[in-house]
């Protein structure tokens, strides 16, 4: 396939696959969730079941200015139900994708990983990739993990790995360069993450991690800047041109993408991932850019 | 560059001659090792124990009295201190165990004031080994001092291997970390400390050498093993030196390769302020010789 470079190419690429994905979403009567879908489905990206108070849902469309009869309402007024419900049509393949709404995200997340009604497969990981754009950049960065695992350990960094190294090779990277991040490229006895990373090199070089070239720990530099590798002499096979960045920590990667957000012009296309359907989860806060390609995203990886 | 155990003796000919205090080296089998190290010219000897049995022992088995130094001390323990004393004044180069307990030996060694130790410094068993089935020496460690080395005393490990190859003449020393498999198997600390140590030689952390691991023996030694599971790198088939993940693992490996398949080896204790050697009464003469040799080519 010809490879994704930026967003809107995955919305385009989407859009031309001719086949629209159907979107349940959960609690689905706020002004920020009708706005996105209203938007989505106007142009041909998706089609959407909307579960939530029908009264409700109607208003906030005419406020949006979003034709309400573009989608399908299933009325379910209560918060924890209306969720229920919607997991329950992904689940059963009556819809493709998961989105959440007006729930809150802890509701919403206990429906999810419900052991007997959710989504999550028995001892599967969650966790969330973003594919983002930045003007400074030669192309898309898929980071991880801005939103879940807090402390990722090591079978938790290696599914990390595996949900980015699946999401860029849905956008043609044939063998992503997968860098995993410190604040230095050396060994250091005090840093924990380092050995994981480490660890993960080597099953990469043994063949127990597939599909990608991997290094780490590399700071920010070296991953993403060649000069920076030249200047510093570091013989890395990622060679400032990684398409994944793992961080360490979530503190650290959230902190990196609301950065780019703010300070660099960047837009974003994020999703949980362990599950075994799409699932949206947009902060309120984003762009209503990055909420399109939220939806966007979750269509490519259905 | 040494690739057999008796190479060492004329590269140690062409260079000043190392000082050996034995350490109450009183019996035939030390003396007589003693002897014949220094009739080949390859180290120089002072003896310290009681003079009167030295004198004896060299006079029933005909050692030549003029090759020694003697320093008389008829107490086993404090012949020890007296050695470690003799190299602290700088009157020596290393250290050989004679008719004395390995306790009361390393006690020397290990002695706060009047001891071979550099604060903070590490013990460590280094052994070298020649096979007629590989084509260089086997440099391996620890096989009989540090019973299970963390992470940091792999390293060290690794360090004193990679400096007593250096020592043989090979410049950029090939190490194999050793486990059960060429697979990371993270229930296994070993295993994921080998990936530790490879990583740090590939960022240059660990100098003068290139560091792999985990690998089991066979891909350590035999390119072929290396080919059928898959595995391709400068260490496989090629190894020099062999870190083992714990004292178990390295002394089966060493006295299976000297007791089964009748291989030759030298030894010595590094990380002192001198080698020292531990030989012991079981040793064949050529071992205590090749442990002699070992030790005077590393010794500063």
Known sequence: MQQIKTLDALVAHVKATGTRKKIAVA?????NTIGA??????????EAVMVGDRA??????????????????????????????????????????????LVGTDKFLRAVLNKEKGLLPPKAVMSYVCAIEVPKYHKLLFVTDTAVLPYPDLKQKLAMIDYSVKMARRFGIEKPKVALLGASEKMSSGFHYAQDYAVICKMADRGQIKDCIIDGPLD???????????IKGVKTPIDGDADVLVFPSLEACNTFYKGLMLFGGGELGGL????????????????????????ALSCLMA | MITKLDQMFDALKSKPKKRLIGAYAVDSHTIGA?????????????????EEIIK??????????????????????????????????????????????????????LHKEKGLMKPGAVLSHVTVIESPNYHKLIICGDVAVIPEPDLKLKLAITNYLIKTAQALGIETPKVAIIGPSEQVLPKLSSSLDATILSKMGERGQIKNAIVEGPLAIDLAIDKESAEIKGIDNPVVGDADCLVFPNICAGNVFYKTMTKLAKCELG????????????????????????????????AK
Request: charged share 20%; with cysteine; hydrophobic share 45%.
């Open chain 1, 37 to 46: 879908i209203g938007r989505a489905v106007a142009e041909g990206l998706v």
């Open chain 1, 56 to 101: 409700e849902i109607i208003a906030q469309a005419q406020l949006q200015g979003v034709d309400a009869s573009s989608f399908e309402i299933v009325h379910i007024p209560d918060e924890v139900a209306s969720t229920a419900e919607a997991v329950r049509m992904v689940k059963q393949d009556e819809a493709d994708i998961l989105m959440k709404g």
């Open chain 1, 27 to 31: 609690y689905a009567q706020d002004a």
């Open chain 2, 267 to 298: 030894a010595m204790v590094t990380g002192a302020k001198v080698p020292a050697i531990l030989s012991s009464r079981g040793d064949s003469v050529m071992t205590k010789l090749y442990s002699i040799a070992l030790s005077a080519l590393t």
């Open chain 1, 220 to 230: 920010l530099f070296l991953a993403c800047d060649k000069a920076s590798v030249e």
């Open chain 2, 34 to 50: 003693i002897n014949q190290a220094v009739e080949m010219g390859i180290i120089e000897a002072t003896l310290v124990g009681d």
């Open chain 2, 56 to 109: 004896k022992v060299c006079a029933e088995h005909g050692y030549n009295l003029n090759n020694f130094t003697l320093v008389h001390e008829p107490n086993d323990q404090k012949a020890a201190l007296k050695s470690a004393e003799i190299i602290n004044n700088g009157g020596g180069d290393l250290i050989m165990k004679g008719l004395l307990s390995t306790d009361k030996y390393m006690r020397a060694i």
């Open chain 1, 272 to 295: 949980i991932q362990g599950t075994t359907k799409p699932v949206v989860v947009m902060s309120r806060s984003e762009s209503p850019a990055s909420k399109y390609y939220c939806i």
